[in-house]
């Protein structure tokens, strides 16, 4: 392996790099937003429940034990009940805009990666290729065998490390992509459903007799 490395020249050095650290941002977006999933049905219900029962402050204590956006959001619509119910609606739609970015936090650059990964491979190759036609033209009109084979060694290697480090950090993209959806999905429902409860149900139950 190592020798393959070596005959891929310094941008196989390159890709290399790159592929790690798209495998580290990969790795660190996939357990965060592992842990920033939550089964929200289930986390609504305890909320509301504690609501009904008057346990507000439960219920905010539930919040900031729970990980992720969608009890982020929960926790700001509980502090702003008693607001009028567009300030409550405000409130709640600012704390999910700056729930967002910290989801996509370096996806950026996990895409981009994933771009020049491949190109990087190509440039290997046209630098193979450049020192297969070196070589001829120094040793025209013979050329030896194994000083064409190394340039033809370093394009190749070069094209299989680009492809091969850059098709998983594309397609690792677009999973991470899929769960930050997923994700705002969830922050969306919980958003809605604890607005209607606050300005609904639990202000009904609050007027009652």
Partial sequence: MSGWINSGGPVMWLILVCGFIALVIFLERFFHLHRAQIKIDDFLNGITTNITRGND?????????????????????????????????????????SEIPRLERHMNMLI??????????????????????????????????????????????????????????????????SRVESIALDMEQAAGEIIYFLTHTAAGARHEP
């Fill in 57 to 97: 402050l439960e219920a905010v204590s539930i919040c900031d034990q729970t990980p992720g956006p969608a009890a982020h959001l929960v926790r700001t619509a509980l502090l702003h009940r008693n607001e009028p119910k567009d300030e409550l609606v405000k409130a709640v739609q600012q704390a999910g805009l």
């Fill in 112 to 177: 981009t990666l994933a771009q020049v990964l491949p190109m990087l491979g190509l440039f290997g190759t046209v630098l193979g290729m450049l020192q297969i036609l070196a070589a001829l033209q120094a040793g025209s009109p013979l050329a030896e065998i194994g000083t064409l084979s190394g340039g033809l060694w370093s394009a190749l290697l070069t094209t299989a490390a680009g492809l091969a480090t850059g098709i998983p950090a594309y397609a690792g993209y677009h999973f991470l992509v």
